[in-house]
Nanobody, 118 residues
Framework: QVELVESGGGLVQPGGSLTLSCVAS????????VAWYRQALGKKREVVAA???????NYADSVKGRFTISRDLAKNTVYLQMNSLKHEDTAVYYC????????????WGPGTQVTVSS
């Protein structure tokens, strides 16, 4: 089973940018779709962006135009470029296989904290 490990979080000011990385332990295209999720304090985990093995991409409405999901197949890595960050983007970000309902996923990595604050 391919494992995914996320990194790249940090503290950034509103309007700033950050890039998250999700590295797969094996061939990332063996996973039909990889997604970035986030969970803010006191809120449910939600899908932020997803990319299929064929390259099809979807975004949550709240991040469209600001976030970009991409991948480097040679590095078995999926990225999340986040621009024009807002306070409400503050959350723990995770990558995992894509499910429309994150509650269906049993196993999660530690995630990476993104804090948007002045």
């Amino acid at each position: 089973q391919v494992e995914l490990v996320e990194s790249g979080g940090g503290l950034v000011q509103p309007g700033g940018s950050l890039t998250l990385s999700c590295v797969a332990s094996g061939n990332i295209v063996s996973i039909y779709a990889v997604a970035w999720y986030r969970q803010a304090l006191g809120k449910k985990r939600e899908v932020v962006a997803a990319i299929t093995s064929g390259g099809r991409i979807n975004y949550a409405d709240s991040v469209k135009g600001r976030f970009t999901i991409s991948r480097d197949l040679a590095k078995n890595t999926v990225y999340l470029q986040m621009n024009s960050l807002k306070h409400e983007d503050t959350a723990v970000y995770y990558c995992n296989e894509y499910y429309s309902d994150p509650d269906l996923i049993d196993t999660w990595g530690p995630g990476t904290q993104v804090t948007v604050s002045s």
